[in-house]
């Protein structure tokens, strides 16, 4: 059932380009098709600044939803971005719409200096992570299931993610300390699932992927994996044919659970490449996040759940906004989210409906909203 990616690697980006460049990215689109879109590429070329990621999409400081701060317009970095820096894969930007600065797809990734507002219980590590880990890089939190942060770097930089503030340096699983994650699964054999998170685990190389998942699998009290990404979305042809191979030849059980929060991040690329883990006996979930002025309305998110289950994508989590330092612009009001589930629940087939959660430090699962 795996396709051969021979041809893969060539249209990728060439494909695209009759979508969307915008004049000054040529030179980038050109080093990308002549290099083969390698996803490695993908993120040495990713956007790492707000002004250039402004600069491309035709948007001047005025209107870039700064709140006409000038006092820290461009060229400078704003202050958020000095402690969470702006990455874009041009794979996404090619889906943002240039000169609309309200973007939902754009919202998600753009810094903007309302980051830097401090609000009333928004805090560092709001889900009570860093209490959690019992062993470097391990977070056991729930019942038979222990997440692995294998690595701090992402495909993208999600402006209201709560790992924003998590100090990976000290707390992923990273080289050595893989090993005492793996110890500590040894000592506790109650682990059926092992969830490899991070940051993003599809930014390591195969190798490296290979190594963790050979060494989960050696533990038989572990049945299942599940991997957490956005890599998929962000940068597909991250899901190659020899990635695929990887995770439908362990002995674990594999589950993907990526994380798509607007319609229209899912274009006929990500589709395609997501196809093929599906394709390769992989289920794929995904997870969202209720975003304000991203997918905060019953279309939205009723768009968004039709095109994934008809792409045998099967819609698991809307989470309420973790309330972590700098996000308070993202927050949707509980009462809101509820009335937009009512609606999705008449609107879309039962299995289409995601559960709407929020994360409570110390609770032994996600806390349904209600
Ligand atoms: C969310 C989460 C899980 C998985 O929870 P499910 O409800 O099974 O998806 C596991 N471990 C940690 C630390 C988590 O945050
Ligand atoms: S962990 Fe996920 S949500 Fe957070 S920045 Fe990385 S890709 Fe985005």
Redesign the pocket.
């Known amino acids: 059932m795996i396709r051969d990616e021979s041809t893969d690697q060539s249209d990728e980006i060439l494909a695209r380009r009759g979508e969307f460049v915008p004049p000054a990215l040529d030179g980038f689109a050109q080093e990308i098709s002549l290099s083969a879109a390698d996803w490695r590429v993908a993120m040495k070329v990713a956007i790492r600044s707000s002004s250039q990621l402004r600069s491309l999409l035709g948007l001047t400081p005025e209107n870039s939803g700064n709140g006409g701060d000038h006092s820290r317009e461009e060229p400078n970095l704003l202050p958020s971005e000095q402690d969470f820096p702006t990455f874009v894969p041009l794979e996404f930007l090619s889906r943002i719409r240039p000169g609309d600065p309200s973007d939902p797809l754009l919202r998600q990734v753009l810094p903007v200096s309302a980051e830097d507002l401090d609000s009333p219980g928004f805090t560092a590590d709001p ?1 009570g ?1 860093l209490k ?1 880990m019992p062993a470097t890089g391990v ?4 019942e038979g ?3 692995l942060i294998t690595t701090g770097a992402c495909g993208v930089h999600c402006r209201y993610c709560f790992r924003r503030e998590f100090p990976y340096t000290d707390a992923s699983a990273n080289g050595k300390s893989v090993e005492s994650a793996l110890a500590y699964l040894s000592e506790h054999e109650e682990i059926e699932e092992v ?1 490899l998170s991070g940051g993003d685990p599809l930014t390591l190389v195969d190798e490296r992927l290979q190594s963790i998942v050979d060494g989960i699998a050696t533990h038989s009290h572990v049945k299942r994996l599940r991997v957490h990404t956005r890599m998929p979305i962000v940068i597909p042809q991250r899901v190659t044919s020899s990635l695929i191979k990887l995770f439908a030849e362990t002995r674990l059980v594999t589950w993907f659970v990526v994380h798509v929060n607007h319609p229209r991040e899912l274009d006929h690329h990500v589709l395609d490449h997501l196809g093929r883990l599906v394709d390769a006996g992989i289920p794929v979930l995904n997870q969202a996040v209720l975003l304000r002025g991203v997918n905060d309305s019953v279309e939205v998110l009723e768009e968004l759940c039709e095109k994934l289950i008809n792409h045998r994508i099967q819609p698991y ?1 809307l989470h309420q906004l973790d309330r972590v330092r700098g996000a308070s612009h993202f927050e949707v009001s509980v009462d809101r989210g509820l009335q937009i589930m009512q609606a999705l629940r008449e609107r879309l087939p039962g299995y289409a409906v995601p559960k709407y959660v929020v ?1 409570q430090a110390g609770e032994k ?2 806390t349904p909203v209600v």
């Open positions: 889900v992570d959690m977070l056991h939190k729930y299931r222990a997440l969830l989590y994360e699962s996600k």
